[in-house]
């Protein structure tokens, strides 16, 4: 396993790729992150100054996560935060404002060979959730595009989809419970480019807790899986969903990791081999990034994989992957160690799947 450095700077804090989104062409690679200001808020907090402004930025690495270099959207007045629940912790930018989200005027085309899409929301509670687009790889975003509620009392979007054609994609999200409070996963899909999205199917009951940041794989013409981030009382785990119907219905699966500590999302990847990797982060002592595989469609899981172990506190994990034409898998996340200060940095984890995950 090696180790990159993607983004660390003194005095500031870099957070939650999995809000963002990750995308890759071939040994192309874009990840999205947010930058604020370092603030020791107590062990419980994310250390995150709420009363300096926050940023959206993007890292791309042109190696297969060798290198990376940092672009900031806002520069071009892109990607500007608005008021989001959870990923805009501070205030926005000093006289940059997000601009209003409006109706799609035309249909995006998601089998563009350059094509990258991010959705963000404005609160975890009974927000709205918004779709900025590329068509170049990162360097230049359109939108912000106004997602529906579905219905719902509001939406709460991270970046998960499946490209499914020109004009086809599936989204997985999350919705506000019918209370109101966070959150309840879902299913969507859109046949006319995004012109108009269809709810397919809620992922699982509505929790007592919340079941939020679902990531979703494809399996077949037919079959989709979900790993689900979920809270109930004390207990934080990953459920997993399966559909054989293609979204139109979903069934509980043996949960894949049964103790996440404070809890973390799931990021789910399915390997050129056609296994399916799991990568997510732990909040409890020792701190640390892992992997599990599963051979059978979710339906079972291997034991788990420490990435690393060295996590100076439970401020960590969001984990986005993705694999590289060589077979190697990248795995970017947040973390913070005591060798590098006291700021979260922004890492990536380059690792071999053929070998790890079948130790």
Same mark, same amino acid.
């Given at each position: ?62 190696? !297969? ?143 007592? !807790? ?150």
């Amino acid at each position: 396993m090696m180790r990159r450095m993607i983004y660390h700077e003194p005095g500031r804090f870099g957070g939650w790729p999995a809000n963002h989104g990750i995308w890759n062409w071939g040994d192309e690679i874009l990840v999205g992150f947010s930058r604020g200001y370092y603030k020791d808020l107590g062990a419980d907090r994310h250390h995150i100054d709420r009363d300096q402004p926050e940023e959206h930025l993007l890292a791309r690495s042109m190696d !297969g996560g060798e290198t990376w270099s940092i672009e900031n959207p806002s520069d071009k007045g892109q990607l500007i935060p608005k008021g989001e629940g959870d990923g805009l912790h501070g205030r926005e930018l000093p006289g940059i404002h997000a601009p209003q989200a409006r109706e799609l005027k035309q249909p995006m085309d998601f089998s563009h060979p350059d094509f990258a899409m991010t959705l963000r929301m404005t609160s975890v509670h009974a927000g709205e959730s918004r779709i900025h687009y590329s068509l170049d790889r990162g360097r230049n975003w359109k939108g912000p595009v106004l997602l529906p509620s579905f219905g719902t009392p509001g939406t709460a979007a991270r970046t998960n989809y499946i490209v499914e054609g020109p004009l086809e994609c599936t989204l997985f999200l999350t919705a506000s419970k019918s209370n109101r409070q966070e959150g309840r996963p879902f299913c969507a899909r859109t046949h006319d480019g995004g012109m108009h999205w269809e709810f397919l199917s809620w992922i699982g009951p509505e929790p007592e !807790g919340f079941a939020i940041m679902p990531s979703g794989v494809r399996l077949s013409e037919s079959t989709l899986l979900v790993g689900v981030r979920r809270r109930e009382t004390s207990r934080r785990w990953i459920a997993a969903y399966l559909s054989v119907d293609n979204g139109r219905s979903w069934t509980a699966l043996q949960d894949p990791v049964e103790d996440l500590g404070e809890g973390n999302p799931p990021c789910l990847l399915l390997l050129s081999d056609g296994r399916v990797c799991l990568t997510y982060g732990v909040r409890a002592h020792p701190f640390r990034i892992c992997a599990k595989s599963s051979e059978d469609g979710g339906r079972s899981w291997r034991s788990e994989i420490v990435l690393r172990d060295d996590g100076g506190c439970r401020d960590m994990g969001y984990v986005r992957s993705v694999q590289r034409p060589d077979g190697l898998v990248v795995t970017v996340y947040y973390f913070q160690d005591d060798a590098t200060g006291p700021e979260r940095y922004i890492a990536a984890t380059l690792w071999d799947p053929s070998r790890t995950l079948m130790a």
